[in-house]
T-cell receptor
Framework: AQSVTQLDSQVPVFEEAPVELRCNYSSSVSVYLFWYVQYPNQGLQLLLKYLSGSTLVESINGFEAEFNKSQTSFHLRKPSVHISDTAEYFCAVSDLGDNQGGKLIFGQGTELSVKP | DGGITQSPKYLFRKEGQNVTLSCEQNLNHDAMYWYRQDPGQGLRLIYYSQIVNDFQKGDIAEGYSVSREKKESFPLTVTSAQKNPTAFYLC????????????FGQGTRLTVV
């Protein structure tokens, strides 16, 4: 079965520093890949997605992620973080393989804490 | 505005009681999902439905039940058989199975007292 591993549960970083949140998934068959962000006591909001085409995808607020099929990874990066980026970030995979029904599977989450 | 509405936002339940969490969407999406969120464990899939009158168990379905009688609605019942029901519950929907992306409600926080 498909699984998603976020390698860091907590990432503290200073404001304006770069950050990378790591995500690996278990299977290289046809998948969609997503990053979601969650603020306290709220639902999840889509940050960016990879469906096909260019392996580098970007969000409107400066985040980017690169799909690496050979390493089954989809790491999230931002060159300069802001205090407002403090939140929990979830990597997710939608497995389009047979018998999976397109289930959306999430990683354990990474808590990004941006300090002044 | 289109979206997903979960109600109530906060819910308290006595031990031994069943409770139903509501999830309604007006996005005309075929697929709907229920997730449970606990600190440090991410989101775990409880049940999902790809189409009306059909649903499948997720990874942690024991102690839960669902129905999908209408495209817009996917209620989740937490039964007394669920041993540790206190959690944050999130409902989501997508155009079809697998997405391409899921839209989430604001969640229901269930506390057993």
């Amino acid at each position: 079965a498909q699984s998603v591993t976020q390698l860091d549960s907590q990432v503290p970083v200073f404001e304006e520093a770069p950050v990378e949140l790591r995500c690996n998934y278990s299977s290289s068959v046809s998948v969609y890949l997503f990053w979601y962000v969650q603020y306290p006591n709220q639902g999840l909001q889509l940050l960016l997605k990879y469906l096909s085409g260019s392996t580098l995808v970007e969000s409107i607020n400066g985040f980017e992620a690169e799909f690496n099929k050979s390493q089954t990874s989809f790491h999230l990066r931002k060159p300069s973080v802001h205090i407002s980026d403090t939140a929990e970030y979830f990597c997710a995979v939608s497995d389009l393989g047979d018998n999976q029904g397109g289930k959306l599977i999430f990683g354990q989450g990474t808590e990004l804490s941006v300090k002044p | 505005d289109g979206g997903i509405t979960q109600s109530p936002k906060y819910l308290f339940r006595k031990e031994g009681q069943n409770v139903t969490l509501s999830c309604e969407q007006n996005l005309n999406h075929d697929a709907m999902y229920w997730y449970r969120q606990d600190p440090g464990q991410g989101l775990r899939l409880i049940y999902y439905s790809q189409i009306v009158n059909d649903f499948q168990k997720g990874d942690i379905a024991e102690g839960y039940s669902v129905s999908r009688e209408k495209k817009e609605s996917f209620p989740l019942t937490v039964t007394s058989a669920q041993k540790n029901p206190t959690a944050f519950y999130l409902c989501a929907s997508s155009i079809g199975p697998g997405g391409p992306e899921a839209f989430f409600g604001q969640g229901t926080r269930l506390t057993v007292v």
